[in-house]
């Protein structure tokens, strides 16, 4: 019996583990043989309230070759910018467009907006969580292993939006993740324990650890992000100094597997979270991450716009 798919993707609690491997099934085999113009005629409202390259492009780019459209919204060009209820703006979207994408701070806002929305809508990152890199990575991740059992990944930084959504996503699939973070900075105590209650279904292992040596140990895939996520700017300089013994680089790799991957959701600062010679080097898999959330995104909105009651 196939699940339908839920109208929205906000966390990934949304997707059964069959539905992420569908997924991955369907994005890869879109990037192989291409695509159809399923979505004709489907429109995708984007709002952003942060910046965006990957995300921006890749959800427009994906519409168009699926037939269909996308437009960009800036959030404070709208007028939720000026204090409309995001209510109001769900219900009136809902009118114009197939389905929305959202970038924001809050993750209630999404929720809320998803609440009141009659279309599907999809986080395009929040303060909390990146379903959507989450995707793209585990697809990379199968493209590359085959499989996600006995294949480990460690997440080295901050443990916020990517950890969050790593976990929720390698819970599902039955990966072993280890998440090394500086002490205060550990991911979300209630994700935490979201991820180890799914784990026990799929067999996945749920570490969390501020030890990046200990975290890093036989790793096959080693994954770090920014230190200061957007809206932390002023951070920046401080969460240097915090987060200092945990960059990614030569000294620590050792430790991982000798053929392990690097990977990164981007955009990335070069010389803090990691060293040149890792995220340009030959076990850097970055820019086919990248790549993937182009697939994995045109397979989720073929899902979210084609395949619910
Ligand atoms: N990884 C990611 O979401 O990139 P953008 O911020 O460029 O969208
Ligand atoms: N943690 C980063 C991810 C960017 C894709 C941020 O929130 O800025």
Redesign the pocket.
Known sequence: QKAVYAKDLLTLHELTSEQMYELFHMAMDMKQYGTKNVLQGKILGMIFDKASTRTRVSFEAGMIQLGGSALYLNGSDLQLGRGEPIEDTAKVLSSYVDAIMIRTFSHEKVELLAKYASIPVING?T?DH?PC?ALADMMTIYEIMDTFNGVKLTYIG?G???CHSLLLAAAKVGLHVVCATPLGHEPSEQIVEEAKGIAVQTGAVIEITNDPIEAVHGAHFIYS??WA??GQEKEQEARKEVFQGYQVNDALVAHAHPNYYFMH???AHREEEVTTSIIDGEHSIVFMQAENRLHIQKALLKALLTEQE
């Open positions: 990152l303060d990146h890199q901050d916020n939006n990517v992000d920014v996520s957007m959701c981007l955009p």
